[in-house]
């Protein structure tokens, strides 16, 4: 009778044990998936900071924005060096896109239609990029001279339709708005 009070206290034991082990893997597995969401947002946090220290250029520098933006050639060889300076960094900011898209596959093409918007307007990134695109990886060039890995739809616009750019009529018909 003994031995199968004992035998039936270990059974208990051991399905509270087997219950106890099954839970902490339950939280294991909560906690990893979180761990996983905050590295992708974090992830992702970081490549974004990448393009507000462009917007960040942009408005300190705002006679850089042309370059960029309406297709237009630096005439002065300091201006010329500075939009060429930032040609670099838009290239390496494509490049650091195809990296988070190696890390993160459901980022693929995010960035496509931004980099070549700015790459069909930027005499001085084209001209960059023929000096150097050789020198980065083949996905670089696809996100900058298309075609993008993931087009959007983008409404049809007269020229470069900054907001508050007065050129442009203020009431967008429906099917361009976004």
């Known amino acids: 009778m003994l031995t199968l009070s004992l035998a039936l206290i ?14 902490q893997g339950f939280l294991l597995r909560k906690q990893l998936e979180e761990d996983a969401r905050v590295r ?9 900071n990448l393009f507000i220290q462009l917007d960040r250029i942009f408005i300190n520098k705002p006679e ?17 060096q500075q939009a060429l300076a930032l040609s670099e960094y838009i290239a390496d900011l494509a490049e650091c896109c195809v990296s988070a898209e190696q890390a993160q596959p459901e980022l693929i093409g995010d960035w496509d239609d931004y980099l070549n918007y ?24 696809q996100a900058l001279i298309g075609p993008s890995a993931r087009p959007k739809h983008w409404p049809d616009a007269q020229g470069r339709g900054t907001i ?9 018909s429906p099917d361009t708005k976004h």
């Open 40 to 48: 992708r947002a974090s992830f992702h946090q970081g490549v974004a």
């Open 10 to 23: 270990g059974a208990v034991v051991a399905a509270i044990a087997t219950g106890a082990a099954l839970w």
């Open 118 to 141: 700015l790459y069909r307007n930027s005499h001085v990134l084209r001209e960059y990029w023929a000096s150097f695109g050789h020198l980065y990886p083949q996905r670089v060039s």
């Open 164 to 172: 508050g750019d007065d050129r442009h009529n203020d009431e967008a």
């Open 64 to 80: 850089l924005r042309p370059f960029f933006y309406d297709n237009q050639a630096p005439s002065d060889p300091d201006t010329k």
